[in-house]
């Protein structure tokens, strides 16, 4: 039964820059489940990192990168840690990903600490994965929700809601950032009228919305999916009339939740991790020349953890996985020559003449003492036919 469930749900599959290539890297993301619509851009603009390097001619006197991708699933552990297995017996040196907290968590104590083999996740924001007894191999690119969940506050707040029905999807993600959210509204005086799970791919929900309409509130904060049961509460939310206010999490925010309902978001608002600084503007033109929609979530995070193994290897002047793990932060934060996007052969060259980098990259990378992310956040509402940027957080 798990060799089936293996071969019904995973796949494997190369992306390789030159048939000569020496130094293997997975990507491990949820090409099937609740966010697969969101991982072929998280994976490609990874890529686009692996590509420069390997095109440079510059990383470890001329080697080239070949990727191997596996698919996490995001919700099913078991199935994930094969894969990874699967992964780690190819002879890669580091893993960028996974992405959904749980699956994450079981890579890394696994499958990835065990086999000293580096995870840099642009998406896992649970903040469970902060105490993670990872041995200095996980990192992440992506800001916990401990501070997502309170930034989401925070906007609520500003913009005088003065009460709230929550509804999370059942899991760890939404669980976690339910949590932090309800206590930091709370904390504010807003009232939290009802907080309940939602399960993902059901045809109607109907039933839940007449829970959170009995219960109340001037909106109804949404932490899900935008093409699974976020978008299923907004739609029965429309169509019985109980709410037409939605407070979004991260991986509500898409642009086809504009296409489907239109003028109805037009009172709505919600953040992602994200910048308004330089780097985020050189990966969204460097995004769209490859033609990556860089608004989708994650992707900046993506090609920085990409960068950031990169360089690492090139800091310690080895592929070699402890090597990789013992440079990863040298390269992430100061001091040194600062990096953007599309400049990784020139910290590749600074880096090859014992020179320091700092890279800064599309999310203005800086981590704390365990790998963490400080992240910065966007604070983001429905303008016209798009949701706009109102400021960075």
Request: charged share 20%; aromatic share 6%; proline share 3%.
């Amino acid at each position: 039964m798990r060799r089936l469930i293996i071969v019904v749900f995973i796949f494997i599959s190369s992306f390789t820059t030159n048939i000569f290539a020496e130094v293997k890297i997975g990507i491990i993301l949820g090409f099937t489940g609740p966010i697969e619509t969101l991982t072929p851009a998280m994976a490609a603009s990874a890529e686009i990192a692996f590509k420069e390097a390997s095109d440079s001619g510059s990383l470890l006197g001329g080697e080239k990168i070949s990727v191997v991708r596996a698919d996490s699933t995001c919700v099913d552990s078991a199935v994930a840690t094969a894969v990874a297995e699967g992964v780690v017996a190819q002879g890669v040196v580091a893993i960028m990903g996974a992405d959904c907290p749980g699956v994450t968590s079981a890579i890394a104590s696994d499958v990835a600490v065990p086999n000293g083999v580096v995870m840099i996740s642009p998406s896992a924001t649970s903040p469970g994965l902060t105490t993670l007894d990872d041995k200095g191999y996980f990192f992440r690119t992506a800001p916990s929700d401990a501070r997502g969940g309170q930034i989401l506050a925070d906007i609520t707040n500003d913009r005088k809601v003065k009460s709230v029905a929550i509804t999370y999807t059942n899991n760890d993600y939404g669980k976690s950032l339910a949590d932090v959210y309800k206590a930091a509204v709370e904390a504010y005086g807003i009232k939290v009228t009802a907080v309940n799970a939602h399960e993902d791919g059901k045809v109607d929900y109907s039933s839940e919305v007449a829970t959170l309409a009995l219960a109340g509130g001037d909106a109804v904060v949404v932490i899900g999916y935008h093409d699974q049961g976020g978008k299923g509460i907004i739609q029965a939310s429309l169509d019985s009339g109980a709410f037409d206010r939605f407070i979004l999490s991260d991986r509500m925010i898409d642009q086809s939740l504009i296409d489907t309902f239109g003028k109805d978001l037009r009172k709505s608002f919600g953040t992602m991790p994200g910048s308004t600084e330089k780097g985020a503007g050189v990966f969204a033109n460097i995004a769209k020349t490859a033609g990556i929609d860089s608004s989708s979530p994650y992707t900046h995070e993506s090609y920085d953890a990409a960068a950031l193994i990169i360089l690492a290897m090139q800091a310690g002047n080895s592929a070699d996985r402890t090597s990789i793990a013992k440079h990863v932060m040298d390269v992430a934060n100061s001091p040194g020559t600062k990096i953007y996007p599309g400049e990784l052969k020139k910290a590749l060259d600074l880096l090859a003449k014992g020179k320091k980098v700092n890279y800064e990259g599309a999310t203005g990378v800086i981590f704390n003492s365990i790998g963490d992310a400080e992240g910065s956040f966007l604070e983001l509402e429905v303008k016209g036919k798009k949701f706009k940027t109102k400021k960075q957080r």
